[in-house]
Nanobody, 120 residues
Framework: LNVVESGGGPVQTGESLTVSCYGSGVDLDYYAVGWFRQVSGEEHELLLC????????RYSDAAKGRFTMSRDNNKNTVYLQMNNLGPEDTGRYFC??????????????WGQGTLVTVSS
């Protein structure tokens, strides 16, 4: 399953940013999609995962109250909207697709991701 992340960039503390996950050659309508991030020197951390039904589960306290996911099926794209960003959110963000979120949890075939840099 080939997904392509985009939309990262530099932002200031307290700002918002939305990153995108495009299904290249795969119809994301039929898959669960999760957003991970990797901060410097740490493992990939699963933030949120959205099932095909649209039901979204939170896997990290970092996402609580600040991050949400949405889908645009017409654009074959899944988004991660991030609000009230802080320097601790700096990292590379990755999306992953699989049949269900419990499979996304074990995803290891990382793409390029998109880099988010939050300055104070």
């Amino acid at each position: 399953l080939n997904v392509v992340e985009s939309g990262g960039g530099p932002v200031q503390t307290g700002e918002s940013l939305t990153v995108s996950c495009y299904g290249s050659g795969v119809d994301l309508d039929y898959y669960a999609v999760g957003w991970f991030r990797q901060v410097s020197g740490e493992e990939h951390e699963l933030l949120l995962c959205m099932e095909r039904t649209g039901s979204t589960a939170r896997y990290s306290d970092a996402a609580k109250g600040r991050f949400t996911m949405s889908r645009d099926n017409n654009k074959n794209t899944v988004y991660l909207q991030m609000n009230n960003l802080g320097p601790e959110d700096t990292g590379r963000y990755f999306c992953a697709a699989d049949v269900i979120c419990s499979a996304v949890v074990d995803f290891k075939s990382w793409g390029q991701g998109t880099l988010v840099t939050v300055s104070s």
